[in-house]
């Protein structure tokens, strides 16, 4: 069975940078999105970033744009999520999510897809 397992957080001073790690495992990953989401405490769990099956496309929230940049492996198992110029509204639970390559291109709805880590905590804070 597919299996994702998040590493990376952690707690960062505002300003700072993390990177977080998603790695695949047990299925077959051809035509597959990767996406990164998040929910704080008391909200929804909101999309982040996303990137197609090639890597060629990616797309981001309004929030992060210009500071997280999500990467794939050409393997097409693991994916990545560098988080620069963090800021204290970035804390959140952040988990990896797996869904079709057509669903990168519907909509950033959580429900698209089927998939998902366990999620890693990251604190923004002085």
């Known amino acids: 069975q597919v299996k994702l397992v998040e590493t990376g957080g952690g707690l960062v001073q505002p300003g700072g940078s993390l990177r977080l790690s998603c790695a695949a495992s047990?299925?077959?990953?051809?035509?597959?999105?990767m996406a990164w989401f998040r929910q704080a405490p008391g909200k929804q769990r909101e999309y982040v970033a996303g990137?197609?099956?090639?890597?060629?496309?990616?797309y981001y929230s309004d929030s992060v744009k210009g500071r997280f940049t999500i990467s794939r492996d050409t393997a097409k198992t693991t994916s990545d999520l560098q988080m620069n110029s963090l800021k204290p509204e970035d804390t959140a639970v952040y988990y990896c999510?797996?869904?079709?390559?057509?669903?990168?291109?519907?909509?950033?709805?959580?429900?698209?897809?089927?998939?998902w880590g366990q999620g890693t905590q990251v604190t923004v804070s002085s």
């Open positions: 990137i197609t099956w090639n890597g060629m496309t990616t």
């Open positions: 047990g299925g077959t990953f051809t035509d597959t999105a």
């Open positions: 999510a797996l869904g079709s390559n057509a669903a990168f291109f519907r909509s950033t709805s959580q429900y698209e897809y089927h998939y």
